[in-house]
Structure formats: C-alpha cells, structure tokens
C-alpha cells in the first residue's frame, strides 16, 4: 500500500473540521490529541462513551493489517504485510515479532509490495489462520511452526492472493481472494483466474465458490446470528460494503449494498477495508482515515477520524477494547460495545 501520507493530511483537516462541526446541524464532535469521534446518530453514544480516548500502542512499521486477540494468551497479533512478519503485542510486555515469514516462505526475493499474510484469525481449536499473500493460499500454523495449506487452487487455477477471512461457528472459514497481494496487482501475469472471489471453506476441506462478481472483495465478516455476511468492495466505481443473506447450506444470496463508500475512495489501489460487527450487530468498517459505524439497518451513527489509511480492526481484551490498524501503527479505543465473541 503507498501514497499514505495524504491520509495524515486529511486526518489533520478532518480534526479541524470537527471543531467547526461541534454542535451544527445535529453533528456533535469530540477530539483529542487529533482524533475526531463524529456523532451523527443518538445511538452512537451507547457503543463509544463521551470521554473515549485512542491510544497509539505501537508504531513504526511498513503497512498493518489483520489484528486478532488470542484470548486464551491475553495478546494481540497483527500483519505488517510488506516485511513479511506478524508482530505480537501485549500490555505490559511490549512487542516482539511472532512468526517471519508469515505470508512468503519462497527462497528467491518477493517481486511485489505485499508478501507477508494480511487477514489472520484462529479457528475454533485455537490454531491461527493466515490469509498468506506471498504464497497465494488460505494456511494454518501448526504448533511445529510448520503451515498446512488449506485452499491455494480453486477449479485447478492458483487463487489470487487471499486477502481477509471469518471463521464461522461451525468452523467454516470464508474468505476474500483479491489480487492485491500479486507483484502487478489485476494486470499480474500470473493471475490464473479471471474473477476475484469470495470462498468457503468446509471442515471437510471443499473449497466453494460463493460470489464472483465483486471487482475487489476484501473485508467480510458475519453478523451475531450469521444470518448476514458483510463483504468490503474496494472498486472504485462502487466502494461499498455489501450485504450477503445466509442460506441454511451456508451459500449466500440477495447481495446488496448495506452503505456506499465512495466518498472515502480516493486512492486506486485503497477504498473500504477491513470490516467487524458487534455484538449487537453494529457494523465497524475500516476505511481512509478511520472507522465508521453502522446501525444493523444501515444508518450511518459515526465515525472515528484516526488520520490515517484505515486497514482494519478486530475486539480484543475483554471484548470492550476495539484494536485498530491503521497505516504504519495500532491503536486501541475502549468502549461501551463489545464483539460478538466474547
């Protein structure tokens, strides 16, 4: 991911912004140290109470993504995609890289800009997932330190590079499969399919074909129920997040768009990101310059200016801790909401 820095410019007009908003035309906004907290609706105000504060808990790397708390160790992970590592972070003990390589394991020097994983989640027997753009598969790490390839082929062709990915309750795992990770991106000339998709993975190992036709697939995540599936489009003719119903075999139907981002899609290869629910079924979508939240119906309740290029987020800590990766840092906001799985 390049051309960042304008998201910083942004970021400091959007803080300014907020303080000429405050209190006009039904728009309250708060900032501290730069971050603005936007409230468009009342009911914002029960999922990020009036003195939330972001916290800047680690900085200084290339591009993170796919922050995902390990519960059971009480730390966070998180991708720093282009220098191939995924770093772990924990309150009171700091940082320290966990796994390298973590989405490129060939000898020979990366041609692209993304090698490393992206998306990462753990499955249901704890074991962490990694949507590995160098390697061009869906894998799992194994407690020798070993990857076991879940899904690399689809219809006998390499998948493209997968991107992001939900696990679901009964330990189906759904996933993007965009070509951001290829060295030329959709011109790459090792794309062997001519689709961009989004995938299930069963527990007996069948790779499904769900959706083929978003030009770019990237976020996704289930509502509380699993009724819904939520997909990011980063196209830039229709930026959106898109809602998908759940059909009892776990195919999906009826995609619509749940809200249109192309207000935030400004650069070409970055638009809407990753994207959480909470446990009541709010929707937190990562996007240039911070988050924005969601009412279940699609109401718009507000936003978190962070300044920055906005990869993605996941609940960490308890559950009322929303972390935050976002260009070359991570941050985390506590608040009144928690995720669904905690």
Request: aromatic share 10%; charged share 25%; with cysteine.
């Amino acid at each position: 991911m390049k051309n960042k820095a304008r998201w910083v410019i942004a970021g400091l007009l959007l803080a300014a912004l907020g303080t000429v908003l405050a209190g006009v035309g039904g728009i309250e906004a708060s900032s501290d140290r730069g971050t603005v907290i936007t409230r468009l609706d009342p009911r914002i105000d029960r999922l990020i109470p009036k003195d939330a504060k972001l916290e800047k808990i680690a900085d200084g790397f290339a591009w993170t993504e796919g922050p995902v708390w390990s519960r059971p160790d009480g730390f966070l992970l998180f991708s720093d995609v282009p220098n191939n590592v995924v770093q772990q972070w924990k309150a009171g003990g700091g940082l320290s890289r966990f796994l390298q390589p973590s989405g490129y394991t060939g000898a020979a020097p990366f041609p692209g800009r993304e090698p490393g994983s992206n998306g990462l989640a753990f499955d249901r027997a704890g074991r962490l997932i990694l949507c590995q753009h160098g390697d061009r598969r869906l894998a799992r790490l194994e407690a020798d330190g070993r990857f076991t390839t879940l899904a690399d082929r689809y219809d006998g062709k390499r998948l493209n590079s997968p991107n992001d990915l939900v696990v679901a309750s009964t330990g189906e795992i759904y996933f993007t499969d965009p070509p951001f990770g290829l060295p030329e991106r959709f011109a790459d000339p090792g794309k062997e399919l001519p689709f961009q998709g989004v995938y299930r993975l069963s527990v007996d190992g069948r790779l499904t074909l769900l959706i083929r036709n978003i030009r770019a697939p990237n976020g996704i995540a289930f509502s509380p129920d699993e009724r819904t599936l939520y997909v990011t489009d980063v196209d830039p003719r229709r930026a959106a997040w898109l809602a998908y119903d759940v059909t009892s075999d776990g195919t999906v139907m009826n995609g619509r768009v749940f809200f249109d981002a192309t207000r935030w899609r400004k650069d070409p290869y970055f638009g809407p990101d990753g994207v959480k629910v909470d446990q009541s079924g709010n929707v937190f979508g990562a996007r240039p310059g911070g988050v924005s939240i969601f009412a279940p119906d699609g109401t718009h309740l507000g936003d978190i200016e962070i300044g920055a290029a906005t990869s993605n987020l996941n609940w960490g800590d308890d559950g009322f801790t929303l972390y935050i990766t976002a260009g070359d840092a991570v941050y985390r906001m506590r608040l009144a909401t928690k995720g669904p799985d905690f």
